[in-house]
C-alpha cells in the first residue's frame, strides 16, 4: 500500500557522524551514554538505538522502564540507564531486562532491593546508580539536609544485592556559557562526592553533562572533577546526536565548529496536493484568519497539526516548495494546511513540501518552528 505523503526521513549515517563527533570533543577518557528518551526525540528509538550501539555507544539512556524494556530488544549488549525513575511494580522488569536504575528516594530502593531478593540476585551483583540534586530541584537526594544523604547510602552495605556503580547529577544551564549556575552546580556536586568518600563509599562512574556541556567546552572540567574522585566521566548528550545545536547563550565562537559538523538526523516532507486561484477578499481556512488581500494562488499541502505541526503556526510559517519559501496562510487544520505560492507560479500537485531539511540549497531548522510557536 503506498501511503498519504506526509513522511519523515531518518538517517542512520548522519546519527553516526554524530555521535563519533561528539565522542571526540569529549576527553579521552570519557565515555558517551546516547540519551534516546521520547522514542529517541521523536526520531524513532527503533531506528536510533542499533545505529548509536553500532556507532559505538556502549551506553544508551531512557526515560522508563517502558523504554528499557523497548531498547533492550533492540541493543542485547548495550548498558541501559533508566533516569527518570522506576515505579511501583517495575521492579522485576527493570532487572529481567538488565536495566540500570537511577535512584534517589527509599521507596525506589525498596522496589529494587524486593525484586532482586525475589530473584536471588547475589550481595551487590546489581549496579544502580545514585542521583543526587546539585540544583535543578528535579530530582535526586537532596544534599540541603546531610541526613538525607547519609540516610540513601545506608542502603548500600555488604550484604544488599544492590551496587553503587554511579554517581549521577543534571545541569540545569549548561547552555548559559558564563557558566555561573553551572559552577554552583560542580561546587555543590565536588563536596557531595568527598562526603561520599568521607562515609567509606566510592562508585566507578560520574554521570554529568549534556549536550550544551559538551559543545560549550565543559567535558573537561566535568573529567578532572571525576579524576579527583578516582571516577570516571559518563557523558550524557542527547538533542545534539540528532543533529539539533543547542543554542548557548551569550554565543560562544567555536560553536560555529559544532554547527558544521553536526547535522540534523532529521527531514519531515509533504507534497502539494492541489493548486487554486482566488479572488482578492477570499477568506483561507477556519474562521477566514486570512483573507486574500489581492488576487493569489494556493498550494493544499498533506500536512497538519494531527502530525506534529503546531497549530500555533498558522499565518507564521514559512515551507520550501521548488526551494522558496511558501508562506503558510489561515489556520492549521488537522491534517491540511494551505501556502501562499503566488511567488511560485510553476508549483504544481506532487511537488514536495519541506517542514524540516534541505531542498534546492535552502533549509528549514526544527529551531524555526519552535521560534515561530514562541
Ligand atoms: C534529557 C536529558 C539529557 C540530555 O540532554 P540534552 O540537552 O538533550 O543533551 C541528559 N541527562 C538527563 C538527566 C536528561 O533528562
Not at 540519551?35 to 522508563?64: F, M
Not at 550481595?123 to 537526594?141: K, N, Y
Not at 539539533?244 to 502539494?272: G, M, T, Y
Request: proline share 5%; charged share 20%.
Amino acid at each position: 500500500m503506498s501511503f498519504r505523503p506526509c513522511w519523515v526521513e531518518i538517517s542512520t549515517r548522519v546519527l553516526e557522524d554524530n555521535f563519533r563527533f561528539l565522542q571526540s570533543l569529549a576527553p579521552a577518557e570519557a565515555e558517551l551514554l546516547a540519551i534516546v528518551k521520547g522514542d529517541a526525540y521523536g526520531h524513532s528509538v527503533e531506528v536510533c538505538a542499533p545505529a548509536l550501539a553500532a556507532a559505538g555507544a556502549k551506553w544508551l539512556g531512557v526515560t522508563s522502564v517502558e523504554e528499557g524494556a523497548a531498547v533492550r530488544a533492540l541493543c542485547p549488549g548495550a548498558r541501559v540507564l533508566v533516569i527518570g525513575g522506576v515505579f511501583a511494580g517495575q521492579g522485576e522488569a527493570a532487572l529481567a531486562n538488565r536495566l540500570t536504575p537511577s535512584l534517589w528516594e527509599h521507596w525506589q530502593f525498596d522496589e529494587i532491593e524486593s525484586a532482586a531478593r525475589a530473584a536471588g540476585a547475589a550481595p551487590q551483583s546489581i549496579a544502580v546508580h545514585l542521583e543526587l540534586d546539585t540544583g535543578m530541584s528535579r530530582q535526586g537526594v537532596s544534599l540541603e539536609a546531610s541526613g538525607t544523604l547519609v540516610s540513601i547510602l545506608s542502603r548500600f552495605h555488604p550484604a544488599s544485592p544492590l551496587r553503587l556503580e554511579g554517581v549521577m547529577t543534571h545541569l540545569y544551564a549548561a547552555d548559559e556559557s558564563d557558566g555561573a549556575a553551572t559552577a554552583g552546580q560542580l561546587g555543590v556536586l565536588d563536596a557531595a562526592l568527598t562526603r561520599i568518600d568521607e562515609l567509606g563509599h566510592w562508585a566507578e562512574l560520574l554521570s554529568v553533562g549534556n549536550s550544551a556541556s559538551i559543545l560549550g567546552g565543559q567535558a573537561g572540567a566535568l573529567a578532572a572533577l571525576a579524576a579527583r574522585h578516582g571516577m570516571k566521566l559518563l557523558l550524557r548528550p542527547g538533542i545534539a546526536l540528532y543533529g539539533v545545536v543547542p543554542r548557548i547563550e551569550p554565543e560562544l565562537p567555536d560553536l560555529s565548529d559544532a554547527a558544521a559538523n553536526l547535522r540534523p538526523v532529521l527531514a519531515w516532507k509533504s507534497q502539494v496536493v492541489s493548486v487554486r486561484e482566488v479572488p482578492q477578499g477570499a477568506a483561507v481556512g477556519y474562521n477566514g484568519t486570512f483573507v486574500a488581500s489581492e488576487p493569489m494562488r494556493l498550494a493544499l499541502v498533506a500536512v497538519g497539526y494531527a502530525d506534529g505541526l503546531d497549530r500555533s503556526l498558522g499565518n507564521r510559517f514559512s515551507m520550501l516548495v521548488r526551494g522558496q519559501g511558501a508562506p503558510l496562510v489561515g489556520r492549521i487544520s488537522m491534517d491540511q494546511t494551505v501556502l501562499d505560492v503566488t511567488e511560485i507560479p510553476d508549483a504544481a500537485p506532487g511537488d514536495e513540501v519541506v517542514l524540516i531539511g534541505e531542498q534546492i540549497g535552502q533549509t528549514i531548522s526544527a529551531f524555526e518552528h519552535s521560534d515561530a510557536a514562541g
